[in-house]
C-alpha cells in the first residue's frame, strides 16, 4: 500500500503573500479577479511556492501595476504597493490636459468645415457623398481630439483617422431598397406614423448589423457602425456644452420630451427636420436611438482611447446606444449621455445611423 504523503508536506509547498496598499485598486493574481483591494485593509493569499503575476489598477483605470512576484520559501511575504504618489502625478496631468478645451474644441466652425473640406479632398470625395443611388447620404469627419464624457469627468480621445457618417439616420425609404432587394424579408413596422423619410425604427442590433454588411457587399466599400467614441466626436462636433447647440434644451432645437418641436412625446420627426451641427449632420439629439458597436460597459474605466469601439469586456449581452429618442427626457438627448440594450430587441425607438472606414 502506497504511503500517504503528510499534510505538513503540502503544507510546505505553499507561502502567504500579504498585500497591502494605500489607496483602492482592482486585483488579479494569475489572471484571477480577486476584486477590490482596499486601502489600509490587508489581503492574505495563500499561493504556491514560485512566481506569480500580480496586477492592480485604481478604480478609475488612471494607473496600472504589473510585476511578477517570486514565493522561493515557505514564509509570509510582505508586499506594500505605493500607488497614491504616482496616481496624483498622473491625475495632475489628466486635468491640466482635459480641464481646458483641447482639439477640435478650439476650433472655429469655419476652422471645422475646413478640416472636413481637406480631409475629403485627401481621400478624394466630396464633403458629402453617395457611393450610389438609394445609398445614404454620408459626411466626412476630420480627425481630431476632444474631450469626452459628462462635464465632472471629462478624458481626452483621439480620432486617429478621418471616416464618414450617416447625414441623416437611416431613412424607412432606405430600409424599403433593401428589402425590394431581396437581401432581408423583415420590414419593419413604421408605427402607422407613415412616411418614406422618417429614420427606420423597430429595428435590433444585429438587424442594423446585416444592413451595413449588405450595404459593404453593394458598394464594395466598408460600411459599419460607429464606435461610441466616433459617435460623441461627431455629436459635439466640437462644442462642449451639454447639446451641441447650447447647455439648455431650448426651442425646437430636436425632437424629445420637452423640446417644443410639434412632433414631441407623439412620434418620429422626418430626418433633416432642424438645424444641423457643426459638420452638417442632422438629428444626432433627440428622434431615435442609435445602435452603436460597443459592448455596454458600466464607466469609462480602460476604454479606449483612439476612438476604436470597445469591443471586449463589459456587458456580453448589452450594446451601447446613444442620442436620445423623441419620448425621452431632456436629460437623455445630450451629448454625454449613456444608454445600452439587449442587441436582439426591436422597438419604436431604435434605429440607426452609418458609419464608414475611410482609405
Known amino acids: 500500500m502506497e504511503e500517504q504523503k503528510p499534510k ?96 477640435i474644441e478650439c476650433w472655429t466652425v469655419e476652422q471645422i468645415q475646413q478640416q472636413q473640406m481637406a480631409a475629403a479632398t485627401e481621400v478624394g470625395l466630396a464633403k458629402v457623398f453617395r457611393d450610389g443611388p438609394n445609398i445614404p447620404e454620408m459626411v466626412v469627419i476630420p480627425a481630431g481630439s476632444y474631450r469626452r464624457g459628462e462635464a465632472f469627468n471629462k478624458y481626452k480621445v483621439a480620432i486617429t483617422h478621418p471616416f464618414a457618417i450617416g447625414k441623416y439616420p437611416v431613412t424607412v425609404a432606405e430600409w424599403k431598397y433593401y428589402v425590394e432587394k431581396g437581401e432581408i424579408s423583415y420590414s419593419p413596422s413604421d408605427n402607422d406614423w407613415g412616411g418614406d423619410n422618417l429614420p427606420v425604427t423597430n429595428v435590433s442590433w444585429f438587424d442594423a448589423q446585416n444592413y451595413v454588411r449588405w450595404l459593404s457587399t453593394q458598394t464594395g466599400k466598408t460600411y459599419r457602425l460607429l464606435s461610441e467614441a466616433e459617435w460623441e466626436y461627431a455629436c459635439r462636433a466640437g462644442s462642449v456644452t451639454e447639446y451641441y447647440w447650447g447647455d439648455e434644451i431650448g426651442h425646437n432645437n430636436c425632437n424629445c420630451q420637452d423640446s417644443g418641436s410639434e412632433w414631441s412625446r407623439k412620434r418620429a420627426s422626418p430626418v433633416g427636420s432642424f438645424t444641423p451641427n457643426a459638420f452638417g449632420l442632422h438629428d444626432m439629439l433627440g428622434n431615435i436611438w442609435e445602435w452603436l458597436e460597443d459592448l455596454w460597459h458600466d464607466n469609462y474605466e480602460g476604454a479606449p482611447a483612439d476612438g476604436k469601439p470597445w469591443s471586449y469586456g463589459g456587458n456580453q449581452l448589452g450594446r451601447v446606444m446613444r442620442g436620445g429618442s423623441w419620448s425621452s427626457f431632456p436629460r437623455y438627448a445630450r451629448c454625454a449621455h449613456r444608454h445600452g440594450s439587449v442587441p436582439a430587441i426591436r422597438n419604436f425607438n431604435f434605429g440607426l445611423r452609418l458609419a464608414r472606414t475611410l482609405p
Open 8 to 103: 505538513d508536506t503540502e503544507r510546505s509547498r505553499e507561502a502567504t503573500l500579504l498585500l497591502k496598499t494605500d489607496m483602492d485598486c482592482r486585483l488579479m493574481v494569475n489572471s484571477d479577479n480577486l476584486g477590490t483591494l482596499q486601502k489600509k485593509t490587508p489581503l492574505s493569499i495563500v499561493l504556491p511556492l514560485g512566481s506569480h503575476l500580480i496586477n492592480v489598477i485604481t478604480q478609475d483605470g488612471l494607473l496600472e501595476k504589473e510585476w511578477t512576484q517570486d514565493l522561493n520559501h515557505e514564509e509570509q511575504v510582505v508586499c506594500l504597493i505605493q500607488l497614491q504618489e504616482e496616481y496624483d502625478r498622473l491625475q495632475a496631468k489628466r486635468e491640466e490636459e482635459v480641464g481646458e478645451p483641447l482639439g
